[in-house]
C-alpha cells in the first residue's frame, strides 16, 4: 500500500484561503430612469443570480407595470380602458385590480379624501400641461360629474371592473412609485435575495441589512423647492422590511394672484387642498398602500390626517410649512411607538 505524507499548505495559501472565507460580499447597483424619475437597486447574497440577470429581470417588472397602468401610453391597459366609453364588465390585468382594491379601502377610510379618478380636476387645474388656471365654480362642478370611485365596480374573483359612468378614468400614478418596488422587491426575493434597498422616485423597499451587519439608512427629503436634500434619517432596525413613500406639495403648485396652489386636489370639493402641510412620509409594509396613504395624508391635513392614521394605526412623519423657512413637524402614534426604524 503506497502513504503520502500530508504537505502543511504553505503561510500564503493558507492566509489566502482564509480572506477568500471571510470576503464580505459586495453591494449590487441597478439604476436608471423610468416613469419619468430615476431609480435605485441595492441588493447583496450569496447566492443571487448574475448582475445581468437581474437586470434583465429589473426592464421586464418596469416594462409590464408600463404595459398595465402608464397613462402616458396610449397602448396600456389603463389608457385603452380610459379611452373606452363602455360600461360593460372588462378583464382587467391581476394587478389592477390589486392597487383598485387598495384605492377603495383608503378611499372608504379617508372619507373620500382618496380617488383615483380625479384626473378631469387635474387636467382641470392645468397640473397635467401646466397650463395653469384657477378654474369656475361651474367647471368644476362639471369635471365632478365625471369623476368618483363609486362610479367603478370591481369583480376581483372574475378579475373584471366596470364603470357606470362612460366618461370616467382611472389614474393610478399616486401608487404607481410604490406599485413599483413592491415588484420589484418580490422579483428579487424570488431569486432569494433578502437584502435590498430597492428606491424608485423616492418611494422605498427595504429589507434586510448590509452585509457587514449594519442597518440600511436613508433620508427624507426636506421640503425645499429649487433642491435636494436629506432631513431626518431613518435606521431600519427591522430585517423583515418595510415601506417609506414620501409626497409633498412643495414642487407642484404655481400662484394666482398671491395663493399658492398645490397639485393635490380635493375630490371631495374639487380644489386643491388648502392647508399647511407640505411633506408627508408614511411607513408600511407594502409600498403601494404608503404611497395611497400619502397622497391621502397631503388631501387632509395635519389636523385630520393625523386623526384618521391615529385611528388606522399609520405610522405617519409629517411636516409644516408656516412661512418661507419656518417648518414644523409631528408624527402619529404609530410612529412614536415603532421599534422597527429609528427616525432621527
Known amino acids: 500500500m503506497n502513504t503520502r505524507a500530508l504537505v502543511p499548505l504553505s503561510p500564503i495559501i493558507a492566509a489566502m484561503l482564509l480572506i477568500g472565507c471571510d470576503r464580505v460580499p459586495e453591494v449590487e447597483l441597478a439604476q436608471g430612469e423610468a416613469q419619468g424619475t430615476t431609480y435605485h437597486i441595492k441588493w447583496w447574497s450569496e447566492d443571487a443570480p448574475s448582475h445581468g ?57 379617508s372619507q373620500g379624501c382618496y380617488d383615483p379618478t380625479v384626473a378631469p380636476l387635474f387636467r382641470l387645474w392645468g397640473f397635467q400641461d401646466e397650463n395653469f388656471q384657477v378654474p369656475s365654480d361651474e367647471a368644476i362642478r362639471e369635471a365632478m360629474t365625471h369623476t368618483g370611485l363609486e362610479h367603478l365596480e370591481i369583480d376581483a374573483s372574475a378579475g373584471k371592473i366596470r364603470k357606470t359612468i362612460p366618461e370616467l378614468s382611472i389614474d393610478l400614478s399616486s401608487m404607481g412609485e410604490g406599485h413599483s418596488v413592491d415588484r420589484i422587491a418580490a422579483m428579487l426575493e424570488s431569486h432569494g435575495i433578502h437584502d435590498y434597498l430597492a428606491e424608485l422616485g423616492g418611494d422605498m423597499r427595504i429589507r434586510g441589512a448590509k452585509p457587514d451587519g449594519e442597518p440600511w439608512r436613508v433620508g427624507i427629503e426636506t421640503p425645499s423647492p429649487g433642491e435636494r436634500r ?115
Open 53 to 109: 440577470d437581474i437586470e434583465a429581470d429589473l426592464t421586464r417588472v418596469l416594462t409590464q407595470i408600463d404595459q398595465d397602468i402608464s397613462t402616458y401610453r396610449d397602448d396600456s391597459w389603463i389608457s385603452r380602458f380610459n379611452a373606452s366609453r363602455r360600461t360593460d364588465w372588462q378583464t382587467a390585468p391581476p394587478e389592477v385590480i390589486h392597487l383598485l382594491q387598495i384605492a377603495r379601502r383608503v378611499n372608504e377610510q
Open 230 to 344: 436629506a432631513g431626518h434619517i431613518v435606521t431600519v432596525n427591522d430585517h423583515e422590511g418595510m415601506s417609506l413613500n414620501t409626497s409633498g406639495t412643495y414642487r407642484r403648485y404655481f400662484d394666482d394672484s398671491g395663493h399658492a396652489y398645490g397639485h393635490i386636489i380635493d375630490p371631495r370639493s374639487g380644489h386643491p387642498a388648502t392647508h399647511e402641510l407640505v411633506s408627508a412620509t408614511v411607513f408600511g409594509t407594502e409600498a403601494a398602500v404608503s404611497d395611497a396613504w400619502a397622497t391621502t395624508m397631503l388631501c387632509l391635513g395635519r389636523e385630520e390626517g393625523t386623526l384618521v392614521a391615529d385611528r388606522e394605526g399609520l405610522p405617519v412623519y409629517l411636516i409644516e410649512r408656516h412661512a418661507e423657512n419656518d417648518f414644523t413637524d409631528s408624527r402619529t402614534k404609530a410612529l412614536e411607538k415603532s421599534q422597527g426604524f429609528t427616525l432621527e
